[in-house]
């Protein structure tokens, strides 16, 4: 086989996605948030029972969700594309969470001086940046406890 000619056979081309077959693999990370190799044994456990709107494996396949060897890598890219996209939401959320509690709770945002003539914020280590102090002394491992032979 020619190697110029080896990349253009039908299984190597990556199909255009219809958005049902990202809205099935948005489902799958929602039940079990992993990543692929993972999510891909849940997708097939989601199709063996029909659980995504009754689908079964061969009415996925019509969506373009194929769970054969050739498809891997096309239905990979989908997944961290998806997986990509949910975890650029939650930082957003997180974020848009965190200011609004900032926001709503004034307290948690100034602190007044003992005077009472000016207001300063207050900046957490997380907003700096700044990692946490860590204790260089031994870890405490709580205690161990052995089991010893009564004649030994």
């Known amino acids: 086989m020619d190697r110029m000619t080896a990349g253009q ?3 190597a081309a990556t199909p255009a996605v219809e958005p049902e077959a990202i809205d099935f693999v948005r489902f799958c990370h929602r ?3 992993v990543g692929w190799p ?3 044994d849940e997708m097939c456990a989601v199709a063996g029972r029909g ?3 009754g689908y079964g494996a061969e009415e996925l396949a019509t969506i373009g969700i194929g769970f054969g060897l050739f498809q891997m890598p096309g239905l990979a890219v989908l997944v961290a594309q998806v997986v990509a996209e949910d975890v650029e939401r939650r930082r957003r ?5 965190q200011a609004s509690l900032v926001v709503a709770d004034p307290d948690l945002a100034t602190t007044v001086a003992g005077d009472g003539a ?3 914020p207050v900046i957490s280590r997380s907003q700096r ?3 946490d102090p860590v204790d260089a002394g031994a870890p405490d491992h709580g205690s161990l406890r052995f089991a010893v032979a009564a004649g030994a």
């Open 93 to 97: 959320s997180a974020a848009a969470l």
């Open 118 to 120: 000016a207001a300063e």
């Open 129 to 131: 940046n700044e990692p």
């Open 31 to 33: 039940r079990r948030r």
């Open 9 to 11: 056979r039908e299984f």
């Open 38 to 40: 993972e999510l891909y």
């Open 51 to 53: 659980l995504y709107r």
